[in-house]
């Protein structure tokens, strides 16, 4: 059986996060959604928040399943039984990002290889921290994350 692993903070989720989640679910057995729990960031959605979100968007996705994990990403690759570490490339500036992690990470584990999607076009230009930004100064983001995403942030405005 052929396991993945998507890391990501997903504060919030994001159509360019989906897009790479249904892709991902279509070329594994199982694909494990991997949140990071980070201590030192504040988050915009607790972890409890992204869990319930990302469960609710993928119910009915038989192969996926939502978790957290903190500490070293091969540990919780290996610990979930996993081959692989989807990660998402939009632009240049991704690839020079994930590069050394990759390179680091295959260091590290190399039972686990990072393999990269290249983003469909309409979702190269999304991303969380844009998404918050947006949002925070009041700007329009309902195309750029899933409705159930839209419906919280508008919750937390009030
Ligand atoms: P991180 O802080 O680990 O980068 P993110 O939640 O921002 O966490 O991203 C998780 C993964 O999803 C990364 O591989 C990122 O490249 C990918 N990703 C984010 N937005 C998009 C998008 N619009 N299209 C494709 N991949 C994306």
Redesign the pocket.
């Known amino acids: 059986m052929r396991t993945a692993v998507?890391?990501?903070?997903?504060?919030p989720v994001?159509?360019?996060?989906m897009?790479?989640i249904r892709r991902g679910a279509k070329l594994f057995d199982r694909l494990v959604i991997g949140v990071?729990v980070n201590i030192e960031k504040t988050p915009f959605f607790t972890i409890e928040e992204r869990i319930e979100i990302l469960s609710a968007l993928t119910k009915g996705m038989e192969q996926v399943t939502v978790k957290t994990f903190g500490g070293l990403l091969v540990d919780f690759v290996e610990k979930e039984n996993a081959s692989v570490i989807?990660?998402?490339?939009?632009t240049v500036q991704?690839f020079s990002?994930?590069q050394p992690l990759a390179q680091a990470n295959y260091k590290l584990n190399e039972h686990a290889e990072t393999l990269f999607?290249i983003?469909?076009p309409e979702?190269?230009?999304?991303?969380?921290?844009g998404v918050k930004e947006i949002f925070r100064f009041g700007g329009e983001v309902r195309e750029m994350v899933p409705d159930i995403v839209y419906e919280k942030l508008k919750e937390k405005n009030h």
Do not use: A, M, V
């Open positions: 998507f890391p990501g903070s997903f504060d994001t159509n360019g996060h897009d790479l990071l989807l990660r998402g490339l939009r991704d990002y994930e999607l983003s469909e979702y190269s230009y999304i991303s969380s921290s």
